[in-house]
Structures are given as C-alpha cells and as structure tokens.
C-alpha cells in the first residue's frame, strides 16, 4: 500500500523518495514525536488521547480474540482468570484489559506472542482482526466471540506533516477507488474461513 501512495503521488506531480524503519509498535509513536520517522504505517487506529494527526481510513478492522484451535474456550466470559496476551502499545493490550477477570500480558513481538499462543503458554491473544485472520487461515487457531473493538486503519504522523498528510489523504481515496486496493485487500486481508476444506 505504501508503494501504491507513493507512487501515486509522485505520479500526480510529487517527487517524494522514501524508507522503511522496522520498529517494535510500542516504539513507533515516540519514535515519530522524537522525529526520527515521518509516518507510522502499522495498523494504527484512531486515539484521542495520542497528540499527532491521523490520515483518513483506509481499512476497517476490529479486535479479536485468538485461541489454539483445540481450545474449548468459547467466548470472552471464559477467559476469566486466564492470561491473555495482546501487543503492548496497541489498541488490542486495551482491549484485552477489557476482558473481565483477564490477566493480560503485553508483549512487543507478535509473532512471539502467537508463538506462545500456540505452545499453550497463555491462554488466548487479543489482537487486530485482519492479522488474525492470516493467522488462522495459515495456522492452529481460531477466533471465537464478537469482536471486543471496531476500528478503523489509518496512518499516523504530526502535526508538522500536515501538508504531508493532506497528499497520503488524497492517495488513499485513490487506493480505495483501485483494482490494486482490492486485490491486495484478498491476499492479506483475506477472511479466515478463505481456504476451509
């Protein structure tokens, strides 16, 4: 997505170059505030307690819950008591804490989380729907419940980016209008159940 904006862009009259700094989630918005990166383009949602701006959506989302595909947990009321974990900084460790009687355990790495996930070292994970649903079609889990939290997928920057983010705003009603949105939509956003036997 980021190439298709940046393309676009420089396409309609822009001459912008760019990289990526892979970063820990938890690190990216104090990494932005310190000026050390541009924009954060990492399933952000919006927050009114975060100072900075936010592009428009371009991803609706939500937050679920993950278990291993052998739990016999069902939905939220079952986890309490039990150890969930959710990725520190995100909206998931928050939504997580909203799981009655949960012992929630953040953690900066994902992939570790579903790793232990996986190896039935906690319990179940709160996490962004579209991540879990690759998860699942691609592993030992399921998502079981209603979604704790709906959310919206939006770049985050500050405010001396506005101009910036006025151009991203811009690409991305263009991306969501393209064949490119909707075939990179079915690859990574695909649904769970996509390739059920």
Known sequence: ??????????????????????????????????????????????????????????????QVIVVASDSE?????????KVVGAQQGA??????????GAQVQAVS????????LKAHGIDAVVIDKAVADQY??????????????DEEN??????D???LMDEINEAIKAFKESDEYTVLTEKWFAPADKDAE
């Open 1 to 62: 997505m980021t190439d298709w904006i940046f393309n676009y862009l420089n396409e309609n009259g822009h001459n912008y170059t760019y990289k990526f700094e892979e970063l820990s989630f938890d690190t990216i918005i104090s990494a932005l505030q310190a000026g050390q990166i541009d924009l954060g383009i990492s399933g952000f949602t919006y927050d009114e307690d975060r100072e900075g701006i936010f592009s428009d959506s371009y991803y609706d989302s939500a």
């Open 73 to 81: 947990f069902t939905n939220a009321d079952d986890l309490n008591g």
């Open 91 to 100: 909206t998931g460790e928050e939504a997580a804490a909203m799981i009655e």
């Open 109 to 116: 790495d994902a992939n570790l989380m579903m790793e232990n």
């Open 136 to 149: 699942v079609a691609n592993g030992d889990f399921k998502i079981i419940g209603d979604a704790l939290m």
């Open 154 to 159: 939006i770049i985050y920057s500050t405010e």
């Open 161 to 163: 980016h506005k101009e």
